[in-house]
């Protein structure tokens, strides 16, 4: 395995645009739920760039990778993904876009805290147990912001807040599941096809379930839609993968940690979204929970990657 580079300005500016990508994809989501539910916005674009990772595949003749890897994972993963937004989707319903990009990175929490009860090689010293104790008194400060719902009904702020935790906890089981099964071996897109596969078949009959399958269609949803669809869905994560396959990982991922502030910046930009107090101190607690139980990891994640060792694929 070739060794990796440390970040570049190249690497550097890529990521930049990666993260504000990320960042924006909950305020677009927002800014058409009126004319799409969220959940059927995420389930119709998960089909659409599964079609475009299957396109990829095929050209590169790894088809037969998508069935190299054991079915069952495969759904789990895919189950798992439609579960994170089916929260995320939800809980946009009541919450804000700045307040689901935060708790929605929750998910290195829950990830940390699998991986310590299952690797003994995994076990959280104790600056990451003060680092989990920081991130979820952050949840609890947060709480307090809760009428900072960009137009939701204040008493139901929390609602969706909760329901991002529950989204960031389905995000760490998914990376448990990869890191434990067959999928760790796989090509990424061979993950992501999974992963967008089960997004539509799970969230689209859910969405129609619920009574959120209405769909208007102008030009401003079908713009949304194509940048979520192949701007984000697509695009960026294979940028993502070509920058794994190219620079440290546990550099790309530290830069990764600027998404939840973009998300917080064009919530307030774009949608108008009051930042209170206590939810802007709760954010700042939680980021810096996140990268106390993330630091030691990425610096295994950069000792292995030099040593030449194969680590499960991670979704920024």
Do not use: N
């Not at 290195?108 to 310590?116: C, D, E, R, S, V």
């Not at 695009?235 to 990764?256: D, I, Q």
């Amino acid at each position: 395995m070739a060794s990796r580079k440390d970040v570049d300005a190249t690497a550097g500016l890529l990521m930049l645009a990666l993260c504000a990508t990320w960042g924006m994809q909950q305020v677009l989501i927002k800014a058409i739920a009126a004319d799409i539910s969220p959940i059927m916005q995420i389930g119709l674009r998960s089909g659409l760039a599964a079609v475009l990772v299957a396109g990829l595949l095929a050209w590169r003749r790894q088809v037969s990778a998508l069935w190299a890897v054991s079915v069952p994972a495969g759904c789990a993963v895919g189950a798992l993904f439609a579960l994170e937004y089916f929260f995320a989707g939800q809980g946009l319903r009541f919450t804000s876009a700045a307040h689901m990009s935060i708790f929605l990175y929750t998910a290195p929490i829950f990830t940390a805290l699998g991986l310590h009860f299952r690797l003994p090689e995994e076990r959280l010293a104790r600056m990451q147990w003060w680092g989990i104790a920081l991130a979820f008194g952050g949840i609890v400060v947060s709480f307090m912001g809760r009428g900072a719902g960009g137009g939701a009904v204040s008493s139901l702020v929390w609602v969706g807040d909760f329901l991002g935790v529950l989204a960031g906890a389905s995000w760490g089981l998914t990376t448990l599941v990869v890191r434990f099964s067959s999928l760790s071996d796989a090509p990424a897109a061979v993950t992501l096809f999974w992963q967008l596969g089960g997004a539509f078949c799970l969230l689209v009959p859910m969405a129609l379930g619920l009574g959120q399958g209405a769909v208007h269609v102008d030009t401003r949803v079908v713009a949304d839609m194509g940048f979520q669809t192949i701007g984000i869905t697509f695009v960026s994560f294979m940028v993502w993968f070509s920058l794994l396959r190219t620079y440290l990982a546990s550099r790309l991922s530290v830069l990764s940690f600027m998404t939840p502030l973009f998300g917080i910046t064009f919530g307030a930009v774009f949608l108008h979204e009051p930042l209170t107090h206590a939810f802007l101190a709760g954010a700042v607690l939680i980021l810096g929970g996140i990268m106390l139980v993330s630091g030691p990891t990425l610096l295994r994640w950069k000792g292995a990657r030099a040593k030449g060792i194969t680590l499960p694929f991670r979704r920024p």
